[in-house]
């Protein structure tokens, strides 16, 4: 049974930072691109950031404020978010897809419950 179980969402101050993590069971981490989204209230999900197998072949909708990175050795992936917004108030989710990167949600075949940020203005 595959599992992404993500933590460390929270309430957050304007210009303040967290990192999320994304704990993966059930499949063979090492072999799959991992990414995350996000979902704000009323909107579509969009893509946030993703890493390939490796680790260093990266890809984000903020490269500034955005870091991913991934722990083959924890089967875990995390997001580190700097100078929080308001606009970056959302559900975030972590994907995994077999392969090749992709900023498509569709593309992912599995998809954790999601943690919630709020950042407060």
């Known amino acids: 049974q595959v599992q992404l179980v993500e933590s460390g969402g929270g309430l957050v101050q304007t210009g303040g930072s967290l990192r999320l993590s994304c704990a993966v069971s059930g499949l063979a981490f090492s072999n799959y691109v991992m990414a995350w989204f996000r979902q704000a209230p009323g909107k579509e999900r969009e893509f946030a950031a993703a890493?390939?197998?490796?680790?260093?072949d990266t890809v984000y909708k903020d490269s500034v404020r955005f870091t991913i990175a991934r722990d083959n050795a924890k089967n875990t992936v995390y997001l580190q978010i700097i100078s929080l917004k308001p606009e970056d108030t959302a559900d975030y989710y972590c994907?995994?897809?077999?392969?090749?990167?992709?900023?498509?949600?569709?593309?992912?075949?599995?998809w954790g419950q999601g943690t919630q940020v709020t950042v407060s203005s």
């Open positions: 890493v390939g197998v490796g680790g260093s």
């Open positions: 994907a995994a897809k077999w392969a090749y990167r992709s900023t498509d949600a569709g593309q992912y075949d599995y």
